[in-house]
């Protein structure tokens, strides 16, 4: 009996992503199914960041096709290809990013930047290629938290400031441009240009994520952003602590109102684990995140613990993904990251560069 291509697709509707929970024929993952005599070989394309996934992902793809009966070898070549995917209505994109990432909180001290660095590297790690902004600028931290809070960037055309490179990840910060002990009395309109001009006239090179750290609230930078920077969706992070996540609830309204897609949330502080003697206690309240994610039908991406490794590492300039990246905390920002990375893979991609510019002439 011979082998046929439908054969083969039937084994696959077994094969489960565990990161989409999909199969893999419904998602259009499984492609250039090929049969030579008893051999079989395919493409299997990820849409997210996933280079720990490529080996197991590939292993059961082999298994459910040599079920097949009469199947010899089995080549299976899994891969990431990462797209841009629509943002804001009469937004254009920007040269050199895909994606834009933006990481909110209602309030501050929830946690949002040590969130936004880990989950930046995490995205890295599973192979994409990823900058980071640091949007708060009245209190720029990623300089500290990335390990280089004296460098400076330089511009090689005299327009375009070249971002800083930190453990892999591209960076930029007004905090690279100031004096650390300067503060920033700056009213609004300033702010917005500043957003504008470290997002704009920064030379990013072909990122397939853009990371937006955003200062806490709802105020100038955050409208700006809403309004004119190509977002892709919004990820927000909160605490258990029921004013935390009143503050959270309005984030996220925010974002809702002006069209940005929610990712997820994320919960900071969850848990408190003693190091000691192992008692675990739910410091700021417990289930809080979910229950907002149950509220308004948004994911729940993951809880964090409060835990005092976090805070020391990423005080050091090696936050938890790259100084301990065999460790529980940094498998779970990852599981985040890939779970970002699944949810704007399944958003509508974007084609605007697809269309050719129309220019009408008289002629």
């Known amino acids: 009996m011979s082998l046929s291509v439908e054969a083969i697709q039937e084994a696959l509707k077994s094969v489960i992503d565990p990161n989409t929970g999909k199969d893999l024929v ?29 080996d197991p992902i590939r292993k059961m793809v082999i298994d459910a096709i040599k079920t097949v009966p009469g199947v010899g070898n089995v080549s299976a070549n899994v891969y990431q290809k990462i797209v841009s995917h629509a943002v804001q209505k009469g937004v254009k994109l920007i040269p050199g990013v895909k994606n834009i990432i933006a990481v909110a909180s209602g309030k501050g001290g929830v946690g949002k930047s040590t969130t936004a660095v880990n989950l930046a590297l995490a995205l890295a790690a599973e192979g994409a290629n990823v900058g980071l902004l640091d949007a708060d600028i009245y209190g720029p931290s990623q300089p500290q938290m990335l390990g280089i809070p004296d460098s400076q960037p330089e511009s090689t055309d005299g327009r375009k400031l070249e971002p800083m490179m930190a453990h892999g990840i591209q960076a930029m910060s007004i905090g690279f441009l100031i004096d650390p002990e300067t503060p920033m009395v700056w009213r609004g ?29 709802t105020g100038d930078i955050q409208l700006t952003l809403a309004q004119q920077v190509p977002v892709t969706g919004a990820v927000i992070v909160t605490t258990p602590q029921d004013i935390a996540l009143l503050d959270a609830r309005k984030g996220l309204k925010m974002f809702e109102k002006v069209g940005i897609p929610i990712l997820g949330i994320v919960e900071n502080m969850s848990i408190h684990i003693c190091s000691k003697c192992g008692h675990e206690e739910h410091i700021f309240g417990e289930g809080g995140g979910k229950k907002m994610c149950e509220d ?29 990246p065999n460790g529980r905390v940094a498998e779970i920002y990852r599981t985040i990251a890939r779970r970002i990375g699944v949810k704007i893979a399944e958003q509508a991609k974007d084609h605007s560069s697809k269309f050719p510019t129309i220019v009408v002439q008289n002629t």
């Open 26 to 54: 419904s998602t259009r993952s499984a492609k250039n199914i090929k049969i030579d005599g008893n051999d079989v070989s395919l493409d299997v394309e990820l849409g997210y960041p996933a280079k720990s996934q490529i």
């Open 189 to 217: 309109p300033m702010v917005t240009q500043a957003l504008n001009q470290l997002l704009g006239d920064t030379n990013w090179k072909d990122l397939d994520y853009l990371v937006v750290d955003l200062p806490p609230g």
């Open 296 to 324: 308004y039908e948004v994911e729940f991406l993951g809880a964090l613990p409060l835990d005092k490794n976090i805070r020391e590492q990423v005080d050091s300039g090696h936050p938890t993904v790259v100084a301990d």
